[in-house]
């Protein structure tokens, strides 16, 4: 059975102005564009019964669509890198999201995932990068970021045992209904007082 994680798609703008990141550090195995994604809960190989199970609940999930942008890059290894990243600005809906996924993973027996959520595109990486070369690269780049844009749905990805990142195959889609706006104070006050007579 191939790895399975769950993961938020990267637009075609904003996967293009990541794409404009790339280059310019030793070392660096570049991933590519149509693989940018955020992964929201890896879930690993798992046998057909619970992979159905996972998707059965993971079609359940009832959230609103979300806005967001990638800003920011870093890297993950401090003394000795090993991944370059873009960073994610500040979604309480994003988070929201990935805790239920993490509660249903749990529900089903999945073990918790050892490592805090921190949302992040995977750019490159490191195979023996200087951490001076490193440090360069970002010092150049680090008022990245994109327009907003919005995840209309969440997927389930596959992947097969391979270096680096990809390829990855969407198992299954699941939509985000769309918000639903609640008037302001200020819009409910301006609206018309019905008569009682």
Same mark, same amino acid.
């Given at each position: 059975?191939? &790895?399975?994680?769950?993961?938020?798609?990267? *637009?075609?703008? %904003?996967?293009?102005?990541?794409?404009?990141?790339?280059?310019?550090?030793? /070392?660096?195995?570049?991933?590519?564009?149509?693989?940018?994604?955020?992964?929201?809960?890896?879930?690993?190989?798992?046998?057909?019964? =619970?992979?159905?199970?996972?998707?059965?609940?993971?079609?359940?999930?009832?959230?609103?669509?979300?806005?967001?942008?990638?800003?920011?890059?870093?890297?993950?290894?401090? !003394?000795?890198?090993?991944?370059?990243?873009?960073?994610?600005?500040?979604?309480?809906?994003?988070? %929201?999201?990935?805790?239920?996924?993490?509660?249903?993973?749990?529900?089903?027996?999945?073990?918790?995932?050892? &490592? !805090?959520?921190?949302?992040?595109?995977?750019?490159?990486?490191?195979?023996?990068?200087?951490?001076?070369?490193?440090?360069?690269?970002? %010092?150049?780049?680090?008022?990245?970021?994109?327009?907003?844009? =919005?995840?209309?749905?969440?997927?389930?990805?596959?992947?097969?045992?391979?270096? /680096?990142? /990809?390829?990855?195959?969407?198992?299954?889609?699941? *939509?985000?209904?769309?918000? &639903?706006?609640? @008037?302001?104070?200020?819009?409910?006050?301006?609206? @018309?007082?019905?008569?009682?007579?």
């Amino acid at each position: 059975m191939p &790895r399975l994680f769950t993961a938020l798609e990267i *637009p075609r703008n %904003a996967a293009m102005s990541l794409s404009l990141l790339r280059g310019g550090l030793p /070392g660096a195995r570049w991933i590519d564009v149509e693989n940018y994604h955020i992964t929201l809960r890896f879930i690993g190989d798992v046998d057909g019964r =619970t992979a159905d199970e996972i998707v059965e609940r993971l079609d359940r999930i009832d959230r609103p669509e979300f806005q967001f942008r990638l800003e920011g890059i870093g890297s993950f290894g401090s !003394k000795k890198p090993h991944s370059v990243w873009a960073g994610v600005s500040q979604s309480p809906e994003m988070y %929201a999201l990935q805790g239920e996924i993490e509660r249903i993973c749990q529900r089903i027996g999945l073990p918790p995932d050892p &490592r !805090k959520f921190m949302p992040h595109v995977t750019l490159a990486r490191l195979k023996s990068s200087r951490l001076d070369d490193v440090v360069q690269y970002l %010092a150049g780049r680090g008022n990245f970021h994109t327009a907003t844009f =919005t995840a209309p749905r969440f997927v389930l990805l596959s992947s097969r045992e391979s270096v /680096g990142g /990809g390829p990855y195959l969407t198992e299954e889609v699941f *939509p985000l209904h769309e918000a &639903r706006s609640t @008037p302001s104070v200020s819009s409910r006050l301006l609206q @018309p007082v019905k008569s009682l007579v």
